[in-house]
Nanobody
């Protein structure tokens, strides 16, 4: 059974930092692009960042560029999202996603269950 399990969410003050983790299991994720989406209150799910399996383009949403960093440890099948300089508008449920190939859209092969991030002003 394939699982993506997120952790690291919580409550933080504006300007603070959090690191999210997503541990993937149940199959080999070689060749899978992994990434993060988020869904704020009353909003649609939106792309945050993605990272390919090997060498390739790492992409970020404009709203998080310069503040968030995505990286992965392929040996551990884990992808991370380091979030710095957090803002109240970053408040959302953050979802990990995995998709075979180089693309990562809103219909990935696998989703995690989500982890809540709340940024207080």
């Amino acid at each position: 059974q394939v699982q993506l399990v997120e952790s690291g969410g919580g409550l933080v003050q504006a300007g603070g930092s959090l690191r999210l983790s997503c541990a993937a299991s149940g199959r080999s994720f070689s060749g899978y692009t992994m990434g993060w989406f988020r869904q704020g209150p009353g909003k649609e799910r939106e792309f945050v960042a993605r990272i390919p399996w090997g060498v390739g383009l790492i992409l970020y949403a404009d709203s998080v560029k310069g503040r968030f960093t995505i990286f992965r440890d392929n040996a551990k099948n884990t992808v991370y999202l380091q979030m710095n300089s957090l803002k109240p508008e970053d408040t959302a449920v953050y979802y990990c996603a995995a998709n075979h190939g180089v693309l990562l859209t809103t219909t990935p092969d696998y989703w995690g269950q989500g982890t809540q991030v709340t940024v207080s002003s």
